[in-house]
């Protein structure tokens, strides 16, 4: 007899899945010598790989291990629906597969993971080893990972308008098809961690800092299928096709590297600090004013800019410009971030996204003393008020009027 320890399998949620899991399972018990009890494994195997590829959708991980006079088959998948078998009509043509577990293997069951559940049988007797100790102490079910330089409050609102995207997927399909769909609309990874680890740094005051966050060491599909999910969602909030704005670009860089990092240091690769790239550009069309609204605003003595719900500028008067030393025309187009001090702008960014998603924001409609940033490179104190203003296309941007402070 052959002792085969823990191997294991990643396969897609198709139907060729199925057959190529049962050729795994049947590959380990034949070098493990249990031709005894192939048969029966790789038929319970086949249930529980096809019950994943119907109900879960997600990537399946089946693992097995064979001893002695025993073999126990683990398949994971990033659904949290349990595994139960029903009771069905004596004609029932599908849902049988759980019953059969049940009646042939010698134990069996079903258990929620980090990052969806498994369900597992044994055939014959099967004693688990022992996890091994880490000499550090670590859990080995989990991964350090370390967000190099993470702007905190990005990182928080790249997570909560992520969410809102998820949430209203999720609305959407409760509204198609009259209940609520788990599969393809609820990506089952909990981003707790990093929320606490973001929120303990603003607490302490701190605007960036080197997150160390505990992750499962085997959550990389789960977070690419959230990554995948919620890039979906934003892309149709920029078709228009959600109530929720799309993300401002900086949002959209936060969340592609967060997950980023998650996900390649869940796999081994080393940190890469946060960077913004200055290159980004939004991919819906600026918002248009109407000739009336251009017109008006350059007549006033006062400074006037106008932004858009990318967070770009699409119109700046005359007096905004001398004001801010720019020459005529070159901050059309520009991010708004152009004239924030870099130290103010996480903080902008981050109001900004979070207006987006509830239509509050503490500076819509009162005067406020802050600093801009001159074309020269310096500073100057200004008196701000900003209105929300609606342009000829309906869409909704944002009014500032500038004075000396």
């Not at 049940?102 to 049988?121: H, I, M, N, R, Y």
Request: glycine share 8%; proline share 7%.
């Amino acid at each position: 007899m052959v002792v085969i320890e823990w191997e294991s399998r990643r396969f897609a949620a198709e139907a060729a899945s199925v057959s190529q899991a049962r050729r795994f399972v049947g590959d380990v018990l034949g070098r493990a010598a249990l031709d005894d009890l192939v048969d029966v494994a790789v038929l319970l195997t086949s249930e529980l790989v096809t019950n994943g590829v119907l109900h879960a959708g997600t990537t399946i991980e089946c693992r097995c291990l064979a001893q002695p006079g025993g073999v126990r088959v683990e398949v994971h998948d990033a659904s949290e629906a349990a595994a139960i078998p029903r009771d069905l009509d004596a004609d029932a043509g599908t849902g049988r597969g759980l019953a059969l577990i049940e009646s042939l293997a010698t134990d069996w069951g079903s258990e929620p993971t980090a990052t969806g559940k498994q369900v597992w049988f044994e055939l014959g007797e099967v004693a688990l080893p022992p996890l091994q100790p880490d000499p550090a102490g670590h859990d080995p079910h989990m991964v350090t990972v370390t967000l190099v330089g993470a702007p905190v409050e990005l990182v928080l609102a790249s997570i909560q308008y992520g969410d809102a995207l998820l949430r209203e997927m999720a609305l959407l399909a409760v509204e198609r098809v009259g209940r609520a769909r788990e599969v393809g609309t609820r990506p089952m990874i909990d981003l707790g961690t990093v929320v606490n680890a973001a929120s303990s740094a603003r607490a302490i005051g701190r605007s960036e800092a080197d997150l160390e966050i505990e992750v499962p060491a085997d959550s990389g599909d789960a977070l690419m299928h959230r990554l995948a999910r919620t890039e979906e969602a934003n892309h149709m909030a920029e078709e228009g096709l959600l109530l929720s704005a799309p993300a401002v670009p900086e949002i959209a860089m936060c969340r592609l590297w967060t997950f980023g990092e998650l996900i390649n240091q869940v796999f081994g690769q080393a940190p890469t600090p946060w960077a913004l790239d200055p290159t980004w550009t939004p991919t819906t069309q600026p918002m248009r004013l109407t000739p009336a609204q251009a017109a008006a605003l350059d007549r006033t003595r006062l400074g006037v800019i106008v932004a858009d719900d990318t967070n770009h500028i699409i119109h700046i008067n005359p007096s905004a410009e001398a004001l801010l030393g720019w020459p005529h025309g070159a901050l059309t187009g520009e991010r708004l971030l152009t004239i924030i001090p870099p130290s103010h702008r996480a903080d902008h960014l981050a109001g900004f996204t979070r207006y987006a998603m509830t239509g509050e924001g503490p500076l819509i409609g009162r005067e406020v003393e802050v600093p801009a940033l001159r074309y020269d490179g310096t500073l100057v104190p200004i008196r701000l008020h900003i209105e929300v203003l609606e342009g000829m296309d309906g869409r909704v941007g944002f009014q500032a009027t500038i004075s000396p402070a």
